[in-house]
């Protein structure tokens, strides 16, 4: 069964860099059929979509974060990762990694998340 | 960036009554090229993380109870549950995945009157 499980600090100061883990059990990143993503949620409000990455490496950013975000992939630790850099505290949010279903062919697509992982609360704060 | 709007904010049922969701996206998520609708739908229950039900607008994940369905095409989309039960107490969101960046509607908050 497929988990995902983030990891990183609860809290960071304004302006620092965020950095997120990722970790997968019950398949693998590098499975050709599968992108994954990492998605957040301000307290109390709704979900944005943050960005994808299939194991090659290929990335998609929301553009509204694109300048301050990398998402990168190691296979060998069966992981991917999030950093965010000069963060505020609009940052504050829960954070969610999940599995990113796409299609292939001639109608490519990014599509629905899921599984997602529990999530992990970070706080911007001086 | 397509914009999901959801409505209402928030409705509250008594158990066994049916609730509608709606979703409208600023543009439509409808390809004739494969006559999809790229519209999917999650329940997000109190300090856990979304769960998919529904995607091509009415495609049943595995798992989930009949009693939730999509509908809709082009841009008005609904979700329906058609017996509400206590478990169904949440906030439910739908997201376009038609164009990037992909988009979640504000949610809809469903409660037990």
């Known amino acids: 069964q497929l988990q995902l499980q983030e990891s990183g600090p609860g809290l960071i100061k304004p302006s620092e860099t965020l950095s997120l883990t990722c970790t997968v059990s019950g398949d693998f990143i590098s499975n050709p059929d599968v992108y994954w993503a990492w998605l957040r949620q301000p307290p109390g409000q709704g979900l944005e979509w943050i960005g994808t990455i299939y194991f090659r490496g290929n990335t998609f950013y929301n553009p509204s974060l694109k300048s301050r975000v990398t998402i990168s992939a190691d296979t060998s630790k069966n992981h991917f990762s999030l950093t965010l850099s000069a963060v505020t505290a609009a940052d504050t949010s829960i954070y969610y990694c999940?599995?990113?279903?796409?299609?292939?062919?001639?109608?490519?697509?990014?599509?629905?998340?899921?599984?997602w992982g529990q999530g992990i609360r970070v706080t911007v704060s001086s | 960036d397509i914009v999901m709007t959801q409505s209402p904010d928030s409705l509250a049922l008594s158990l066994g009554e049916r609730a509608t969701i709606n979703c409208k996206s600023s543009?439509?998520?409808?390809?004739?090229?494969?006559?999809?609708?790229?519209l999917s739908w999650y329940q997000q229950k109190p300090g856990q993380p979304p769960r998919l039900l529904i995607y091509w607008a009415s495609t049943r994940e595995s798992g989930v109870p009949d009693r939730f369905s999509g509908s809709g095409s082009g841009t008005d989309f609904t979700l329906t549950i058609s017996s509400l039960q206590a478990e169904d107490v949440a906030v439910y969101y739908c997201q376009q995945y038609s164009t990037t960046p992909l988009t979640f509607g504000g949610g809809t908050k469903v409660e037990i009157k």
């Open positions: 543009q439509s998520v409808f390809y004739s090229s494969n006559n999809k609708n790229y």
């Open positions: 999940a599995r990113h279903h796409m299609g292939g062919g001639t109608s490519w697509y990014l599509g629905w998340f899921d599984p």
